[in-house]
């Protein structure tokens, strides 16, 4: 009687009751409350005022409730860093065997060649769409991507000054400030000319305490730029140049590498990784050889055994908090693996052409929808740079309030750029992935056009 | 296995490319442009399957071995908490719809989630209320680490050092060190725990807190803990509590009434959210009501009319820790599980990691001393007897991936020699816990008759013990075509 009461309980507990008193027994215990007697009784409680347990298909329910509150089929132009791109079947069966997600961080080689494998061939994939020389397992997302990139610099220079362009999203602007409140170093941030990095403000700001110089390419307003001048400037004046990139627009973009970057870094959620309202995303960085001891993150090396056969392994663990503990290059221990490995399976399957053809469609896509918007009375581009699949229009109204109009039409048809820039209350960034149709982008262009007058 | 860029042959491919709708072409200058498509591979899609479904299967997981990898809580990960994850509702759910003007209606279920994971997590451990920013463990500890160090700057304290004991976990002083903070290690006592008296003479005017966890990295539960917070509190430092070891006791201790001022929580360990084979994790944050105001923005806050919005108006928060508002699709996990779970569910949790624990305990200390008779959820006991005959805990571990176990943690706590750290969890049957004894038995007898045999395991996979030096040596971080191997077994 008592078992069955029990059992109704004991989701997910593997042992029956009757399981639970031999155990006991055999430990010489009456019941399980003893187990816990070196806690004192003061600090156990038993005064938890939570939900009864669920049966599975009552909490499937719930949460269909809770996912089919939020919005479906909004034709959706809103990118600003996080791009709605299409992601092929085989990702997610593939990502979503249990012998990768059901699997530890690789500590013990020989029972983890398969996410080892994956991890070599994530950071090869990594260094040939960046052209760099090295590539890290993986970081958690962009943002704090950058902020270790920042922190690698200072290690590398000794020095603690940071030129940040106000083209590098202003989110990871943000948790930059928010990392630094207790770090000594100083940011200076350079406002954009007509789009681009200001060679001349720059230039102005270079002295040898700079440590690095941080842009982003495309930057948050979509604009692409050679960047190739303003690192070797930042070289000449010993600094070290870090570029944020949009790894799929490297499909066709220039690539850091050839620009002369030191390190790479940027957010990987655009290679097969869905939206999934912020997370889990990845975090990737790229170097050259010279600074692999400085890079923060897991490594994986290619090895042999007694008997010559290649494996996998873990590598430059000295670096790591496990070992170097507060002297540590990051304390970062979990980081995004599954993530690394939708990314190199997306990489793998769109392979060498695919990946240009996609980037190439983000990008005639965006031309087509900047022919016919800036085609609208009183909608004027805001800068004069090429773009790849995102650009920055001005409204003859509040964008932010345009924007809000348009979600009624099921449009989401950009980001208002007065949310993060003083004064450009009037520009919306609208972007354009390979999912978007010539029909959606007339019908985008048809509502907004109506929706101005 | 080859790499797949080993399989790659110009001119194959796996996807085909939507068709072109627009009229015209992109028009971004040449010298914008990159000279040379990357060299990603040119395979069919079978192959890239075959290419992965095989790799898969050079893995030890929770679903296919018992994983007893201590402090990591490796537990069964529910299929119905990744099923409900998919879900199209929540995947295709743009971070920044939130945050347009009237976008909070496009996202109402899914802020609707993060607020109850929320009130949940802070039932749960006492604190006044959470932020699901942090994307992993560490991330947790560090954004902790920063609100400790925003309360003292708020408070006009100048403040120095954090106390960490030596068995804590590497990203303690990691963290700590990146928040500004400097170290000091808080020794233990024979007994493994934390030597209240030595602590004493290391706390002064510049303690700005503690980090602990509890029970601590020995399985230890720690028993002065509310002693050591009162002497944290009198130099008006703050306690952190690091949630690693919350299988232990959720369900019968709340942080909170220990004494801890902020924690953070791993639900890819404790609320079963898979592992991933290193990320993606979370590490929701936990404060008490007087550190509320420094939490990271944005917060998600239910208004009167039951509507649920963002709400950045926290002029003394430390500002974005990530990007948005956490790691989402691993909180829509943790959301499913505390809800199949329920306030019985979760303390048959700890019941039951622990009866396991100190099951496996008591039937191999008498062979492999223990640091305790008891313990919490794991067990740390050492294979050092063994190392006269030349056999190290590395041994040990390797042998038991020969016997078909994925081995316990080896490399920490570094207070105890030759370590191996055993956490069964709750979602082992006392069949599998006994078949892993019974391997454990079987080792220490094959060190003492035949070290060899150990030192030559693990046999039965696809590669033997690899050349680690000879990895740091090489370096060779990514495939450039000139790996050599020698046999050409691949
Ligand atoms: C005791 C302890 N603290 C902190 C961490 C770090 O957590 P994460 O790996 O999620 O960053 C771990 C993870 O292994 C741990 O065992």
Not at chain 2, 304 to 325: E, N
Not at chain 2, 436 to 457: E, G, K, S, V
Request: net charge neutral; glycine share 8%.
């Amino acid at each position: 009687m008592v078992a069955t009461i029990m059992t109704q309980n004991m989701a997910f507990q593997a042992n029956s009751p009757a399981d639970d008193q031999a155990m006991l027994a055999t430990l010489g215990l009456a019941g399980i409350d003893e187990l816990f007697a070196a806690i004192p009784p003061d600090m156990q409680t038993s005064a938890f005022h939570l939900p009864a347990g669920l049966s599975e298909m009552e909490m499937t329910r719930r949460l269909a409730e809770l996912a089919d509150a939020n919005a479906r089929n909004l034709v959706n132009f809103c990118g600003g860093g996080f791009y709605d791109h299409f992601i092929p079947a085989a990702v997610d069966a593939l990502a979503g065997r249990a012998e990768f997600y059901t699997a530890y961080t690789p500590y013990q080689p020989e029972v983890a060649q398969g996410t080892l494998q994956a991890i070599y061939e994530f950071q090869t994939a990594m260094t040939r769409l960046t052209e760099m020389e090295v590539a890290n397992a993986s970081l958690y997302d962009g943002g704090t991507a950058l902020f270790e990139a920042t922190m690698m610099a200072f290690r590398i220079t000794r020095r603690r000054r940071v030129l940040i362009d106000e083209g590098v999203n202003p989110i990871y602007r943000t948790m930059l400030k928010c990392y630094s409140a207790n770090l000594a170093f100083e940011f200076v941030e350079i406002p954009l000319r007509d789009g681009l990095a200001d060679r001349a403000a720059f230039q102005a700001q270079l002295n040898r305490d700079v440590a690095v110089v941080i842009v982003q390419n495309p930057n948050f307003f979509g604009c692409l730029d050679d960047l190739s001048d303003l690192i070797a400037e930042a070289h000449r004046s010993g600094a070290l140049g870090i570029v944020s990139v949009y790894p799929l627009a490297l499909g066709i973009v220039k690539t850091p590498g050839a620009m002369g970057a030191d390190i790479v870094t940027g957010e990987g959620q655009s290679l097969g990784l869905p939206l999934s309202f912020g997370g889990a995303y990845l975090g990737f960085m790229t170097t050259r050889k010279l600074y692999v001891h400085k890079m923060p993150g897991r490594l994986v090396g290619a090895t042999q055994d007694a008997q010559g056969r290649r494996g996998f392994v873990l590598t430059l663990q000295a670096r790591e908090q496990h070992i170097r503990r507060e002297k540590a290059t990051s304390n970062i221990c979990t980081a995004e693996s599954l993530c690394a490995l939708r990314a190199l399976i997306y990489l793998s399957l769109m392979g060498k052409t695919g990946l240009v053809e996609v980037a190439e469609l983000c990008a005639a896509n965006a031309s087509y929808g900047w022919q016919k918007l800036t085609a609208i009375p009183g909608v004027k581009p805001v800068f004069h740079a090429n773009f790849f699949n995102e650009f920055a229009l001005s409204v003859p109204a509040n964008a932010a309030d345009v924007i809000s109009a348009l979600i009624d039409k099921g449009i989401a048809a950009g980001f208002p750029a007065g949310r993060y820039y003083r004064g450009m209350e009037s520009v919306m960034l609208v972007a354009f992935t390979e999912k978007r149709t010539k029909e959606e982008i007339d019908y985008l262009a048809a509502a907004l056009e109506a929706a101005l007058c | 296995m080859k790499l797949i860029y080993e399989k790659s042959v110009a001119g194959r491919r796996a996807v085909r490319s939507p068709r072109r709708t627009v009229p015209g072409r992109e028009l971004i200058q040449k010298r914008l442009l990159r000279t040379q498509p990357a060299e990603l591979p040119e395979v069919p899609e079978i192959e890239v399957v075959r290419h992965f479904t095989n790799l898969s299967r050079l893995n030890f997981s929770v679903d296919t071995q018992f994983y007893p990898l201590g402090s990591c809580t490796m537990k069964y990960n529910p299929k119905a908490c990744e099923v409900v994850a998919q879900h199209p509702g929540f995947v295709g759910i743009h971070p920044l719809w939130p945050q347009l003007r009237g976008g909070g209606q496009l996202t109402q279920g899914a802020l609707r989630l993060l607020y109850e994971t929320e009130r949940l997590l802070a039932e749960l451990t006492g604190m006044a209320e959470f932020t699901l920013q942090p994307l992993a463990g560490a991330h947790g500890e560090l954004t902790g680490a920063m609100l400790i160090a925003a309360y003292h700057r708020d408070r006009g304290n100048a403040k120095k050092h954090i106390m960490i004991p030596d068995s804590a976990h590497g990203t303690n002083p990691a963290s700590a060190a990146l928040a500004g903070f400097q170290v000091v290690v808080a020794p233990s006592t024979a007994q493994g725990t934390v030597d209240v008296k030595k602590l004493k003479g290391f706390i002064n005017a510049e303690t700005a807190g503690m980090m602990m966890t509890n029970p601590n990295t020995l399985g230890l539960f720690e028993p002065d803990v509310r002693r050591i917070a009162d002497l944290i509190h009198a130099v008006d430092g703050l306690m952190y509590y690091d949630g690693a070891n919350f299988n232990a006791i959720m369900g019968r201790c709340k942080p909170a009434e220990m004494g801890f001022d902020v924690c953070h929580l791993n639900p890819h360990k404790s609320f079963a959210a898979p592992h991933g084979g290193g990320g993606p994790g979370t590490g929701p944050v936990g404060v008490v009501e007087r550190l509320r105001p420094f939490l990271p923005i944005s917060r998600v806050v239910k208004t009167r009319d039951g509507t649920y919005s963002l709400d950045y108006d926290y002029p003394k928060s430390i500002g974005y820790v990530a990007p948005f508002y956490g790691n989402f699709s691993v909180l829509v996990r943790t959301y499913a599980y505390l809800l199949l779970l329920g306030r019985e569910g979760l303390r048959a949790v700890s019941d039951h990691a622990v009866l396991n624990a100190n099951y496996v305990l008591n039937k191999l200390k008498d062979i492999f001393p223990a640091v305790s008779d008891h313990c919490m959820h794991e067990c740390v006991l050492s294979a050092k007897s063994l190392v006269a005959g030349g056999v190290r805990a590395m041994d040990i571990a390797k042998g038991l991936i020969d016997r078909g176990f994925h081995p316990p943690t080896v490399y920490f706590p570094l207070i105890v020699p030759e370590a191996m750290m055993i956490e069964p969890t709750e979602t082992e049957t006392r069949e599998t816990l006994d078949a892993f004894i019974q391997a454990m038995r079987d080792l220490a007898q094959t060190a003492r008759a035949n070290p060899a045999a150990l030192h030559a395991a693990p046999v039965t996979t696809t590669v033997g013990r690899l050349d680690e030096v000879a990895a740091a040596r090489n370096m060779d971080l990514a495939f450039e075509g000139k790996f050599l191997h020698p046999n050409g077994v691949l």
